[in-house]
Structure formats: C-alpha cells, structure tokens
C-alpha cells in the first residue's frame, strides 16, 4: 500500500504563488478541462494550476507555440461570451532570417482557436503573410505531459515517484504515456493535420512557406485516453475551419436596464452552462476549476438551489444523482454512515489506490439536510412528484441518519466529528482547519454542532413534512412539523446569545458556545429558523461596516480575534455565502441587506476579468477607484459562485413558484437603484410560460406580464 498522506491536518493549497499572478483563460467539457494563459499555452507557472487535465490527471503540462528563434508577440485573447472556446491573436516580433532578410514586426498574424470536444483539445492555427515579401517560418510546439494528479497540483506531496514511460514519435504525431500505480495506463496523443518538418521527444517543427497575402491552416488535436474507459475516436479534422457546437440555452433568459449587469449575468449563466455535466442521472454542476472539477455535494445543492427558478432541470439532476451515490453502510475511512449524502467524489490516481479518502468521501454534515432541503424546493417549483417518490426511500434514509447518527449525544442538535483519520477535520462549508473557535481564538474541539447545520434540519423537515402531506403520508408530516417546531424553540434557547445579539457560531464538545460573529449565522435567515425580531437584527448587523467590507458580507466581523481578509474563512468574502444571506430576505418586506449585497458583488463584477465571480476574493475594506482584492488560489470559475447573482435577483424580487398553484409570486419586490428594469422571458412552470418586465421607480416596483402561454398567475404581495 502507498503511504496515505496527513490530508486532515491542512487541505488547501500551498500557494507558492498566485492564480492571479497571470490571466488564466478557461475551457471545459465534462471531465476534461484546461487552463491556458493568454497566448492560449500551458506552463506550469504561479500555483501551478495551468494544464489539461482529464480526469484530473494533467494530461499536458507544458504545451508552448513559439517561433524557431524566439516567441510570438501577443495581441489579443478572448474566450467566446459563451465559453465554447478560445481565440488567440498573435503577431511576429522583428526576425532576421538566416538569408539576411528581416521580416519586420507585425508582418505574420497567428490565429490560434481552441476548444474542447469529448477527451479531445483541438486547435485550428491560421497563419497569413501580411507582407509584401515571401516569408518561411519555423513554428515549434514544445510539449510535456507530467500526468500530475490533481492533488499534486495543489501541493500535496506523493509517496510513489511517477514512472513515465518514453515517448513514442510518429510522422505526424507524438505520444506520451504513464503507467499509474492504479494500473491504469494513461496516454496523451498530439496529432496534426499538417506534417511536422520534424517530430522530437518533447516537439513538433512545422515548416511555413508563405507567399504575399497568403494563408495557411491547419489543426492539432490532443486526444486524453484512460485504459479504464471505452476507447474515444481520435481524429484530426483537415477541413479549414474549427467550430464548436452552438451554446445550450437553459432556462429563462433574462436581461436588464444595465448593459454592465447583463456581462455579468451571462457570464454566470455561461458559466454555469460551462460546469454543469451530464451524468448517468442527469445534469450535474462540478464545483470550479480547477481545484474541484467533479461532483461535490454540498456544492451541487447549492448551486442547484441558486439556479431553480431559472432552470429547474439542474435540481433534478444533482437530487437523482446524490440518492444514487447515498451512503448505506459505515465505512470510518470514508466517513461514511447508512443515509449520508456525498461531500465529493474523484477518479484521480491518488484518489483510486486509496492514498486521499475523496474517491467516495461523505464528510460534510450538511449535505444531508440541504439535499432534503432542495427535494422540497423542487417539489414547489416544478410539482413533480415522480422524481419526489422515485426517492422517497432516500429521503427517508436521510432524516433517520439526522436523528439516529448525525446526533451524537441525543441532546437534539446534529454535530459532526471525522471518524477517518484522514479526512476534514470541519465538516461545514466553512471547512478549513482554522474555521471554528471560540471568541478568544481558541479552535473548538469536537464533536461540534454549527449553527446552519442546525437551521439547515429545521428548513428540511419543514419541507420534507410538506412532502409527506402531499404524498398522503400525514402521520409523517405532522410528527416532522412537531420535530421541527422544537428544534426551533431550543435552538433558540441555546444558539442565541445576548451579550452578541448575534447566534453562536457554534457548540462545542461541552456544549460550549462560540460566541463568535460570522455570517454562518445569515444562514438561520433564509431557512426560517430564526425568530422574527432576531432575524431583523441579523439583518442590520451583517450590513453593518464590520461585517460588509464594501463588496459583501464577511465571513466573520472584523471585530474578531481570528478576523484576516486574506484568510479562507475567516475574514474573506463568498459570493455563494452573500447569495444564500440575502435570500433569507425573499419573502420579507425588509430587502435592504438583500440589495445592497446585490449591489456589491454586481460593482464588484465590472472590475472581475471577463465580469466572472470568483469562489472567493479577499475581505478588505472597498476603497474609492479600486476593485475587490483577488484571493491567490481561488476558482476561477466555481459553480455556486456563478450562480449567486440569480438567487440574489430572486432574494430582491422575492420571487416564488408556486407550481401547485400554477402560480410566481412576487413578496415585496424591490430593485437596487442600479437596475430600473428586469425582463424574464420563456420563464416555464410545467406546461406553462410567461415574459415579465418589471419597472423599477420612485413608488415601488411593478410586474408587468407581457405575454403568456397557459394559466400562470402573477401574485404580488406588498
């Protein structure tokens, strides 16, 4: 057995240096992903995060267009608006050629354009003559494939060198090979439509003859192949042109007054679009790149969550997928227990021999309650019930794993605690080793009870007995109605404390609270947990100036002894955080907290490259002509981040589907000053649709249903 790496103890990444030290363009399709740099190569530069990876094996790590005597100048580079491809415009520098002549610069224009089909990367390169002259050109594309695993990448040490086998030269193409310690052999296959002049261990020379105003195209295609997998076809396309395939339109289409608020919401839904996958199950959104390219549960909620008025179909996805992958047995080096929804899975090598636990890992306590949480909240938004007793068993398993397992001491609050010695030491979203402790500064031992935890129970047994009353099980849905209602009352008993006016972060091992202000506490907002009068003090508090640097809410208050904006999560601002805190004012009349975190993340975005929000940024006070602080090895993009600005728009709108009632209700609309108009067209509940525009002004906001298919109700409540 390889020695299993101390994973527990430190899981993030050991940054030598910043994602943000360069612009990183991003392609992905399913389990194959890439992150290049401008000029569309890959160089294992900053955090070392740049690559193509399959599977999460770094299938190429080195992968540079350059001339035969220096680089290309760089022009421009752009990835399409619907993340389809890359297109990158390069130039010559000034060259003196072997005969005496100089090509002066700017004379050859190089068009690279790349994108991702099935396990291929495939690239079209136009080079043209602009001049006035013959020109003969030498391109050299330098080429290495280290077959990292991804948890390699991010710094972890591994105890087994990597063999990798000699490289294998054809006419045309080149070949690289790894014999894994999973006894998978992994290939990676560099081919060209043109023939290489010459054909190296680590190169391909192409030979350029070009006469006045001429072009020349051809294409390369980089094939990822796994031995464990049916055999993709691998083929070189030597037609002129490279196309991807047309954009997949989920979901209603929305556009607003502000053409800077559209970037960012297209970018988002392309986003989105970019990272949700199809499984055997249905639609699933992998959690970012390129640290999470893979299913995570607690993230696929979430962003299921964001995404259901919009596109309900995502919901469906992630809920069949999670109760397929359930947990049904203990398992301590999984922490794995009968009824526990997924925290991640991974196909890396690492992950297959057993050296890091995250193959099927089950350690986040949350997961449980939010899946039953958004079983629910599809069921209020499509009506379909199919879906809803095809997992009934699963729902079922999960609300006996919260009562049975996930309270540890009967005391009526769910705690976690790792039971694999390997595994994360925080089972919240908050789950870096630093996350949880008290007000001095002291970590919390465990076994620990967070306070959304807690809210996230309360919220999905309310949902989940609504589920049984209309399944007709009404035993059931009131003996869930009645556990939910206690818990509330002693959550409130315990969680709340004065001398804060704030809920405790947490309890620890001897029910100790954490007497800490951190925005885990906005989650008891939107879950209903929270009594009135303390959820608008809640609201006043997360807006204040300790909490909102300008930006977002902070994960903790900056009055904090642990409190660092640069931190992870303590001090640091999470647009999925501010998202799921501001959806807590949805159907409340009291929508300021909501609007201005919508405000900040919008103003935030127009300083973001390509308008996209990151998993995080640093938590630093906003100052006057300066954008957001960029945290170094943040995804770039992350799925439940993309979707912040759509439950955020729901949150302000307070928007509702009702599809029993065949009804969207709007509870005390609102929009921020930076949005005087909202269109939400092809907006579907089951058979029906409807175009909305909604007009912001000095009275308030009005709903104006311009067209409609079916018997949809429009409902506003002020």
Known sequence: MPEVIELGKELYIHVRSSLVDIQTRVLMRGDLFAVFDRCGDLRTIGSGGCGLFYNESRHLSKSVLRLANGPLSLLSSTVAQDNSRLTIDLTNPELDLPDGRRIPQRTVHV?????????NCEEEIRVRNYGLLPVSLELILELEADFADIFEVRGYPRANLRQLLGPEANDDSLTFSY????????????????????????????????????????????????????????????????????????????????????????????????????????????????????????????????????????????????????????????DAEPGKILHE???????????VPFGRYYGSADSTPLFLYLAAAYFERTGDQELIRTIWPNIELGLDWIDRLGDRDGDGFIEYGRRSQNGLLHQGWKDSSDSVFHADGQPAEGPIAICELQAYVYA?????????????????????????????????????????????????????????RSSNAGHCLFTGI??????????????????????????????????NPMSYHN??????????????????PHKDLACQILSGLFEASIYLDLHRMPELFCGFKRHAGTGP?????????????????????????????????????????????????????????????????????SEGVTIDPVDREGGLKVVMVN
């Not at 899975?345 to 050296?355: C, D, F, M, N, P």
């Not at 035993?475 to 006016?501: G, M, P, T």
């Not at 640097?549 to 903790?556: A, D, L, P």
């Not at 090895?633 to 981040?641: D, F, G, L």
Request: aromatic fraction near 10%; glycine fraction near 6%.
């Open 530 to 563: 929270a009594q009135p009068a303390r959820a608008r003090k809640l609201m006043r508090a997360l807006s204040d100036e300790s909490f909102f640097s300008g930006w977002g809410v902070r994960t903790i208050a900056g009055s904090e002894k642990r409190f």
């Open 111 to 119: 068009q690279r354009t790349k994108l991702l089909r099935d396990n």
């Open 460 to 516: 999905a047994k309310r949902g989940v007995a609504s589920l049984a009353k209309t399944l007709g099980y009404a035993e059931k849905a009131e003996l869930l109605q009645n556990e939910a209602e206690s818990l509330r009352q002693r959550f409130e008993e315990v969680f709340w404390c004065d001398d804060i006016s704030f809920y405790a972060l947490a309890l620890d091992k001897d029910k100790r609270p954490c007497r800490v």
């Open 629 to 697: 602080t960029l945290y170094p090895s943040a995804c770039s993009p992350q799925a439940w981040a993309a979707g912040a600005v759509f439950l955020l728009l729901q949150a302000c709108l307070g928007l509702t589907i009702r599809a029993s009632e065949a009804a969207i209700y709007f509870f005390y609309p609102r929009l921020p000053e930076s949005l005087q108009e909202v269109s939400i067209r092809g907006l579907r509940v089951g058979q029906s649709s409807i175009y909305l525009e909604i007009h912001r002004s």
């Open 571 to 588: 001090g640091s601002v999470w647009p999925h955080d501010n998202a799921l805190i501001g959806f807590g004012c949805a159907q409340t």
């Open 179 to 334: 014999q894994g310690l999973d006894k998978v052999l992994r290939k990676t296959i560099i081919a060209s439509s043109l023939r290489p002049v010459a054909v190296g261990a680590s190169d391909l020379s192409f030979l350029i003859e070009l006469e006045p105003q001429e072009e020349k195209v051809f294409t390369l295609t980089v094939s990822c192949l796994a031995d464990t997998e049916p055999p993709f076809a691998i083929s070189v396309d030597h037609s002129r042109t490279i196309r991807s395939e047309a954009p997949r339109t989920r979901g209603c289409e929305i556009q607003t007054s502000n053409e800077h608020f559209n970037d960012w919401i297209n970018r988002s839904k392309a986003d989105l679009e970019m990272m949700i996958t199809p499984t055997a199950e249905g639609l699933y959104p992998y959690a970012g790149v390129p640290w999470f390219s893979t299913a995570f549960g607690r993230d696929g909620i979430i962003t299921a969550l964001e995404y259901l008025w919009v596109y309900p179909e995502v919901a469906k996805g992630v809920l069949r997928y999670l109760a397929s992958t359930q947990a049904t047995e203990h398992n301590p080096a999984q």
């Open 345 to 355: 899975t991974r196909k890396s090598e690492l992950a297959r021999i057993g050296a």
